[in-house]
Nanobody, 120 residues
Framework: QVQLVESGGGLVQPGGSLSVSCAASGSIYSINAMGWYRQAPGKQRELVAHIESGGRRNYADSVKGRFTISRDNPKNTVYLQMNSLKPEDTAVYYC??????????????WGQGTLVTVSS
């Protein structure tokens, strides 16, 4: 079974830093794009950051200059380093990946979500 497992998250004060990570496991042949989305209470899920297999990145305007996405391809893992956090960054953060399995299936995967709370 191919899946994404997230770790990290938690409570941090405004201005603080936090990181989350997401590892893909199972019978994977390759991983194309990986990214992070978030969903705040009462709002739609939105893209936070995205990184392609070649390393090209894009970010939501609201996090540019504060968040950094990276990936470790041999470990099938994507990271999100969040700095200068604001209360409006509070949300459930979801990992996302597009994967080709060892038997050639194309899958779009989501992690279970991890809560990030920015509050004093």
């Amino acid at each position: 079974q191919v899946q994404l497992v997230e770790s990290g998250g938690g409570l941090v004060q405004p201005g603080g830093s936090l990181s989350v990570s997401c590892a893909a496991s199972g019978s994977i042949y390759s991983i194309n794009a990986m990214g992070w989305y978030r969903q705040a209470p009462g709002k739609q899920r939105e893209l936070v950051a995205h990184i392609e297999s070649g390393g090209r990145r894009n970010y939501a305007d609201s996090v540019k200059g504060r968040f950094t996405i990276s990936r470790d391809n041999p470990k099938n893992t994507v990271y999100l380093q969040m700095n200068s956090l604001k209360p409006e960054d509070t949300a459930v953060y979801y990992c996302h990946a597009t994967v080709v399995t060892s038997v050639g299936r194309y899958l779009e995967l989501w992690g279970q979500g991890t809560l990030v709370t920015v509050s004093s």
